[in-house]
C-alpha cells in the first residue's frame, strides 16, 4: 500500500472525516493490493507433521524478545472510558499456554483421528505478517510498521495503546500491556492504555541477514527459513509430496508464515474447537479473507456516514417544514 493511501487510513482510523482524495482511497485499485513485494520479503515454514511440541522455540523466543518487555512500575491508570479495559499481566509472565504480552508464541495442541489414526496436532502459533497488514494501516499514531522483509513490528516509542491493532487482526495477535508506554505521559486516563505487542518476526537480525531464534532453536528440524519465493515453493512441494495443505500463503492476501500438514486444516481447526484449544490468546485457523477488501469496505462506511447524516438531516427538515404548512 502507498504511504499516502496509509496516512490517510490512518486519520480516518484516528476520526477524521473526509479529504478530497475520499473517493479514491474508498475505490482502491490493485496495483495497490499488496503491501510489500514477496521478493523481498523473507517467510517461514512450520512442517506441522514434524513438530513435536517441545516448545524450545517458545523458550527461544521468550529469552530473546519476551524478556524485554518492560514491566509496569505501578498500578495501571484507569480509563476514564468504560469499555477501555486496562490488561495487566506482569504478573502472569510465566504464563505459556496462550499469547500474551509478554509470550509471543505458544503451542496450540489438539488431538484428532485422520485416516484411522490418532495423531496429536501441535502448531506453534504467533504473527503471520501478512503482506498487506490491516494492523498497520488502522494504526492511528502509525507505530505499526512494516519492514521489506515482512517483518510488522509496534515503536514502542510512538505506541499508545490505542487498541485498534488486535481488532483489526483477523486473528487478534496483538496484545495489549497496560501501565508502560508513552500514554502514561500525555493523558494516561483519557488517551491510550499501554503498548501493544506480539511477535516482530526479529526484524532487526532478518535486516542483518541472521535466521530468527525460534526457528534456530527447533531440534526437529521443523521450521524453515528463507526467501519468500522459496519458501512458496519448498511448502508447495512438501504439501504435494504428502497430499496435504499449505495454510498462510494466500490466507489474509499473503503471509510470511506457511503452516505445512497432511491433515486439513478445517479438521484440526474443528479438534481445536471442540477441545477448547480456541479462545482469547487461542487464534483461530479461519481464512481471512483478502484484508484490503475488508479494510475498503470499513473506508466507504466512514466516508459515506457523514453524507447519510446529511442526507437524514434534509430530509428532517422537510418533513418539519411540510408539517408547518397550513
Ligand atoms: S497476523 Fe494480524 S497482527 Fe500479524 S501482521 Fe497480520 S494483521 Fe497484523
Ligand atoms: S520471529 Fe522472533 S519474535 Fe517472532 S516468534 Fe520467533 S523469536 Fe519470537
Ligand atoms: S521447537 Fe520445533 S518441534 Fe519444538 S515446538 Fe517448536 S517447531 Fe515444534
Not at 167 to 187: D, H, M, S, T
Not at 250 to 262: A, M, Q
Request: hydrophobic share 40%.
Amino acid at each position: 500500500m502507498n504511504p499516502g493511501r496509509r496516512t490517510a487510513l490512518r486519520l480516518l482510523a484516528a476520526g477524521g472525516m473526509l479529504s478530497a482524495a475520499a473517493p479514491a482511497l474508498a475505490a482502491g485499485d490493485e496495483e495497490d493490493a499488496a503491501g510489500i513485494a514477496p521478493e523481498e520479503a523473507r517467510a517461514v515454514i512450520i512442517d506441522v507433521d514434524a513438530c513435536d511440541g517441545c516448545g524450545a522455540c517458545v523458550e527461544a523466543c521468550r529469552a530473546a524478545r519476551g524478556a524485554g518487555v518492560p514491566v509496569p512500575r505501578g498500578a495501571a491508570p484507569r480509563s476514564l472510558w468504560s469499555w477501555v479495559r486496562a490488561r495487566d499481566w506482569s504478573d502472569r509472565r510465566d504464563v505459556r499456554w496462550r499469547l500474551t504480552p509478554y509470550n509471543w508464541m505458544y503451542i496450540q495442541r489438539c488431538s484428532l483421528v485422520w485416516k484411522g489414526r490418532r495423531r496429536a496436532i501441535y502448531l506453534p502459533r504467533r504473527c503471520f505478517h501478512c503482506l498487506n497488514p490491516q494492523c498497520v494501516s488502522l494504526c492511528p499514531t502509525g507505530a505499526l510498521r512494516q519492514e521489506r522483509s515482512g517483518a510488522v513490528h509496534a515503536s514502542p516509542d510512538i505506541c499508545l495503546g490505542a487498541g485498534r491493532c488486535p481488532r483489526a487482526c483477523p486473528w487478534f495477535f496483538p496484545k495489549i500491556q497496560a501501565g508502560v508506554g508513552p500514554y502514561l505521559n500525555i493523558f494516561p486516563r483519557l488517551l491510550g492504555s499501554g503498548l501493544s505487542f506480539k511477535c516482530d518476526f526479529c526484524w532487526e537480525r532478518l535486516r542483518d541477514g541472521e535466521t530468527p531464534p525460534c526457528v534456530r532453536a527447533c531440534p526437529r528440524g521443523a521450521q524453515h527459513f528463507g526467501p519468500w519465493r522459496d519458501m512458496a515453493r519448498l511448502a508447495d512441494d512438501m504439501a504435494a509430496e504428502r497430499d496435504g495443505e499449505v495454510f498462510g500463503k494466500l490466507e489474509n492476501g499473503g503471509t510470511c508464515l506457511f503452516y505445512v500438514s497432511s491433515v486439513p486444516f478445517w479438521h484440526i481447526e474443528a479438534a481445536l474447537l471442540v477441545q477448547r484449544g480456541i479462545g482469547p490468546g487461542m487464534p483461530s485457523l479461519r481464512p481471512a479473507g483478502v484484508s484490503m477488501e475488508r479494510e475498503n469496505a470499513a473506508t466507504r462506511l466512514l466516508l459515506g456516514a457523514p453524507l447519510f447524516g446529511a442526507g437524514l438531516a434534509a430530509l428532517r427538515l422537510w418533513r418539519d417544514r411540510q408539517r408547518k404548512r397550513p
